[in-house]
């Protein structure tokens, strides 16, 4: 059996995961450490999305073992990985919410179908979250009539509901303004604190990894090109990461001459 750290809250070993016969993850291995916001970065098609689908559980993958609180859930009973998921919390990138059901009922939806709470105790709690999230007053509104923004907040006050040891955002700042997505960061730093929860962050936005991490892991291709603290992930020597950092194109520009002779040529042969 796999010894695991009592200061890691996740580890991933020898992790492979395939679609079909195309290899998505490539051998990760991964420490995450309690209390700290762990901010999982790559390109499109890095594997970055898998990574957090494989550590939801929403995935199995083809091979290795994930470690949460000491269970591996690729190996694990329905009903303990049930046990499992009550201890997390997450916020997905378009909020998730249900459209025919107020902000505080999709906020009181896991009370509801995880506890035997009575009614008052579930609408407290409820609001207790919305002050969390600078929502006080904005309960008795439907999805359709919130902003982008409280759309985010009101995900992530349903995600610490229960609150959760573990919380997972996928993409927080994705759609926003840089003011809203600095006050989203300001909010999980402060939940951070407040909460004493160990955050998995998954997003693209440069500048709210580097205000937020603890530490970065950074894919490529599948694979994991490196875990580091943010000044270390900055001045890596990694040629990837600099590209992603400095916003420069992976591939070479496309010379449109010989572009258009490989069309050209293309439509020719065709005809003959």
């Given amino acids: 059996m796999t ?47 898998t990574l957090m689908r494989n550590l939801l559980g929403l995935n199995k993958p083809t091979s290795g073992s994930i470690h949460i609180f000491g269970q591996d859930i690729t190996s694990i009973s329905s009903r303990d990985l049930y046990k499992v998921r009550r201890k997390i919390g997450v916020a997905f990138q378009g909020g998730a919410l249900l459209g025919s059901m107020s902000v505080a009922e999709n906020i009181e939806l896991p009370l509801r179908h995880h506890t035997r709470l009575d009614e008052n105790t579930i609408r407290i709690m409820s609001r207790m979250k919305l002050e969390v999230v600078n929502l006080a007053g ?47 960061d300001e909010l999980i730093l402060r939940l951070k604190e407040a909460m004493n929860v160990t955050i998995v962050v998954v997003t693209h936005e440069l500048e709210s990894a580097f205000k937020i991490a603890d530490r970065i892991t950074v894919l490529g291709e599948g694979h994991l090109l490196m875990t580091g603290t943010v000044d270390e992930v900055q001045n890596s020597d990694n040629q990837t990461i600099q590209d992603m950092i400095n916003r420069r194109p992976r591939d070479e520009a496309v010379n449109a001459e010989d572009y258009l002779a490989r069309l050209t040529a293309d439509r020719k042969q065709q005809r003959a």
Avoid: C, W
């Fill in 3 to 49: 010894e695991t750290s009592p200061e890691n809250v996740i580890e991933v070993r020898d992790l492979y995961t395939h679609y079909g016969d195309r290899a998505i993850l490539k051998g990760i291995n991964l420490d995450i450490q309690a209390g700290e916001i762990m901010v999982i970065m790559g390109g499109s098609g890095s594997g970055k999305t």
């Fill in 138 to 184: 904005f309960e008795d509104l439907m999805p359709s009539e919130l902003s982008g923004g409280m759309l985010k907040r009101a995900a992530l006050a349903r995600s610490i509901i229960m609150d959760p040891a573990l919380l997972f955002f996928d993409e927080p700042s994705a759609g926003l303004d840089p003011v809203v997505s600095a006050e989203l």
